[in-house]
Structure formats: C-alpha cells, structure tokens
C-alpha cells in the first residue's frame, strides 16, 4: 500500500510540475493573439489543462485495455471541476464572485449538452452495437465522430466570439515557439505521471478486489484536475474570474467531447457499460444544475453555495468509499 500511495503522489506531483511548464505556453499564445478572457479560458487554456484527462483515457485503452477506466478518470474528473474548483474559487475569493451571462447561457448549457451527446454515444453502442449481454456494447470510431463534431461546433461559436471581440491583428508566435521545448517536457511529465496514476488504481482495484472504475473516479480523477484547479486559482488572484470559471466548463467541456473519444479512436473500439456509467453521469448532471443554479442567482456564487458544493462533493466520495468496502453496489 505504501508503495502505491507514493506511485499515486509522484504521479500527481508530476502532473503538478507538467502543468506548470503546459501553462506558461498557452498563455503565451492567448496573449499573442489576443483572445477574449472568455475564449481564452473555455478554449486554449482549457486544451492544455485537460491534456492529463486525454492521456488517461488513451493510455487506459491502449496500455491498459481498460476504456472504462479512463471513462471514469474523466467523470470523475468532471465532478470535481464543478464542485470542488468553483468552490475553491469563492474561498480564494474570499468573497461571493460575480460571474457573467454568457458564462451562464452559453458555456454551461454547452457543458451540460456535452454531457447529454457523450451519454449518447455510449447508449448508441449498447443499443446498436451489443456486447457481453446486458447494458454494454463496442463503441467504434464512427461512434466517436459524433462528440467531436459537436466539439467543433463549439469551437465554431467560440470563434464567432474572437471575431465580434477582436481587434488588433494577432502578433505572430515568436513567444510560442520560445515556449515549445517547456510544452514538449510538460506533456512528457504530464504522460509518466498519469502513467502512474493509473497503476496505483489498478493495484488498489486488485488489493481491495473492487472495479478499478471506483479509483479512476477518485485517485485519477483527483490527480487529473490538478492542472484545472491551478489555472482557475490563479486566475482569480489575477482578478480574472471569468476566465477561472470558464476555464471549468471549457475543459470538462473539452474533456468529454475530445478526450473520450480520443480514446476509441486511438484503440479502434472499446466496450462500455451502462450500468457503471449511468449512476455516473447522472450525478454529473446534478452537480452541474446545482452550479448553474447557484450562478443564475444573482450571477453571483456565494461563500454558503461554495459550502453546499464541497458537501455534495463529500458525499460523492463518500458513495464511492462505500462502494470500494462493499457496502453499496451501484457502480460496482
């Protein structure tokens, strides 16, 4: 156990450290063309924060054979964007913060709309694809077109915000090719430490004989959302907190549509269950209404609302305790 638990923390101090030199790259190329804070948050830093969820997903299938694990990772990795990081946002803040319609209207009803077209896609594969009995089937790559497709939809509209928003031309990327050899060694360390993470969830599913599912929604997931909760927190010490919670929404946004189906893609087809994902995306949806709610009152999130979703996050972990010791059996 010893063992594991350091295998875990290495993995996630390496993350840390990949996120770090990942961070300073984007930035640089957000300031180099400009971008709307907005953009800036829900697009490009976004990408390069959720890199840690894409390589969980593709090193789960391809090295592992285990899809649904990094199915779980990013969930897991969802659930703790939006509760957790909005939370630590206000208590950062030390204040209520103010957020803006278009946050609200736009990023979280996209948010929540790709949680409804991923969803989809693995019940179009059960349906039209079945395998092993039961509620799974194969998700193939055609299956995975569809999430992406809505990905560039997004990418469309967030571009029509550049343009209505731009106006100097864009300085051409000196600053980004100075950044390139610090965005190459942060996806390695970023790549070694997922690596690690995901083996410390394997061999925690076989010491406690429980579905590794159950670790990927907590020891990845956790893990993974380092690069997200430290670009948010640092964005609201700069006073920026739209860009801390678009950040959130545009890289679970980026998680889902991208991630997941990069994974299919990269290992050709993958089996899925419903019975694991269902109880899963059901509480992601619900945490994600209990955010927007908070935001729609008064556009503001309040230091109570920021109570209630470090509760609600309490109580996912302790579901997911219960689950690993055998007590409840909904996902496992």
């Known amino acids: 156990m010893i063992t594991i638990a350091a295998v875990a923390i290495v993995g996630t101090a390496l993350i840390f ?36 969820e894409v390589a969980s997903v593709v090193l789960a299938a391809t ?109 051409a990327g000196r600053s980004a090719l100075k950044a390139l050899p610090m965005f190459l060694l942060g996806i390695i360390a970023i790549l070694v430490g997922v690596e690690g993470l995901l083996w410390s969830s394997i061999e925690l599913g076989e010491r406690f004989d429980t579905p590794t599912y159950l670790w990927g929604l907590t020891v990845v997931a956790i893990g993974t959302s380092v690069p997200d909760l430290l670009l948010s927190l640092r964005a609201i010490r700069a006073n920026r907190p739209i860009v801390s919670f678009s950040n959130v929404f545009g890289s679970n946004t980026f998680d889902l549509l991208v991630a997941v189906p990069a994974g299919v893609i990269v290992a050709g087809s993958t089996l899925i269950s419903l019975d694991q994902t269902l109880p899963m995306f059901i509480f992601l949806i619900v945490a994600t209404i209990v955010v927007m709610g908070a935001m729609r009152s008064a556009l503001t999130v309040s230091i109570n609302e920021a109570r209630l979703m470090l509760t609600i996050y309490a109580v996912f972990l302790l579901w997911m305790l219960l689950e690993a010791i055998g007590l409840l059996e909904i996902v496992a």
């Open 63 to 171: 090295r592992h054979g285990d899809f649904e694990l990094g199915v779980a990772a990013v969930i897991g990795s969802a659930i703790f964007n939006v509760l957790v990081i909005p939370a630590l946002i206000v208590f950062a803040n030390r204040e209520s913060v103010t957020v803006n319609r278009d946050l609200v209207y736009k990023d979280v009803q996209f948010y929540l709309l790709a949680i409804v077209v991923t969803f989809l896609m693995f019940v179009l594969a059960v349906v039209y694809i079945p395998a092993d009995g039961g509620a799974s089937g194969l998700v193939t790559r055609e299956l995975a077109i569809i999430p992406l497709v809505l990905y560039v939809l997004y990418l469309v509209v967030q571009y029509f915000d550049i343009v209505e928003g731009a106006s100097p031309p864009p300085e």
């Open 17 to 52: 450290i990949g996120s770090r030199w990942l961070e300073p790259a984007a930035n640089r190329i957000a300031r180099a063309y400009r971008l709307p804070r907005i953009v800036q948050g829900a697009v490009l830093v976004a990408i390069a924060s959720s890199f840690p």
